[in-house]
């Protein structure tokens, strides 16, 4: 059984460090925020599932680095983000694996929907200096697919129903998320 994390951060910044001792999951919400996040993997074997999901109007930025500081330590981030207006939103995500561990694995999925004409930058690092490790990384930045509106609006749906449906498909990305934690979030997606 995986510990379990809310974090729900709005018109503010923020930083936080945790230190993973066990499997954890930690569901990061964001709305128009800048964060800057330190993980610690400090147990042998230990997983960790991070979910950042933001909504942005302003300028902002996330910052996060995962330090994998024993062997077979796991970690897999994924980091979606919509930036609303015609501003700025930078992701700073690395993934730290020193020489002294080994048998780690180390991902990251990184994309960002610009509603606008907003300038969006992702720079996914990864810091590897051990040979036994699988790491991966993946920057998208762009728009929802026309397919995918078309599709959605040759069912009846409106064009800004289906804008909505497809945001909290993309921001709300799990169904083990309880709802009633991230109310406030969930109602920023309804006022895009």
């Given at each position: 059984?995986?510990?379990?994390l809310y974090v729900l951060d709005n018109n503010e910044k923020s930083e936080y460090k945790y230190n993973i001792?066990?499997?954890?999951?930690?569901?990061?919400?964001?709305?128009?925020?800048?964060s800057k996040v330190e993980v610690n993997l400090v147990t042998e074997g230990v997983t960790l599932?991070?979910?950042?999901?933001?909504?942005?109007?302003d300028n902002n930025e996330f910052k996060i680095k995962v330090n994998h500081m024993e062997d077979n330590?796991?970690?897999e981030l994924?980091?979606?983000?919509?930036?609303?207006?015609?501003?700025k939103l930078t992701y700073y995500v690395d993934g730290s694996v020193p020489k002294k561990s080994s048998k780690?694995?180390?991902?990251?999925?990184?994309?960002?929907?610009?509603?606008?004409?907003?300038?969006?930058t992702i720079l996914p690092i990864l810091l590897i200096d051990n040979y036994d490790v699988d790491s991966n990384h993946s920057a998208y930045i762009g728009k929802f697919r026309d397919?995918?509106?078309?599709?959605?609006?040759?069912?009846?749906?409106?064009?800004?129903?289906a804008n909505r449906l497809l945001l909290r498909g993309?921001?709300?990305?799990?169904?083990?998320?309880?709802?009633?934690?991230?109310?406030?979030?969930?109602?920023?997606?309804?006022k895009i």
């Open positions: 059984m995986s510990k379990v001792c066990e499997d954890t999951i930690i569901y990061h919400f964001s709305i128009n925020s800048s599932y991070y979910y950042y999901n933001n909504i942005n109007y330590t796991h970690s994924f980091n979606h983000g919509v930036n609303v207006l015609v501003n780690c694995i180390c991902n990251q999925e990184n994309q960002i929907i610009n509603m606008d004409n907003g300038k969006s397919e995918e509106i078309f599709y959605l609006m040759s069912r009846g749906i409106s064009r800004s129903m993309f921001l709300i990305n799990s169904d083990s998320i309880e709802l009633e934690k991230i109310l406030e979030f969930a109602g920023e997606i309804d």
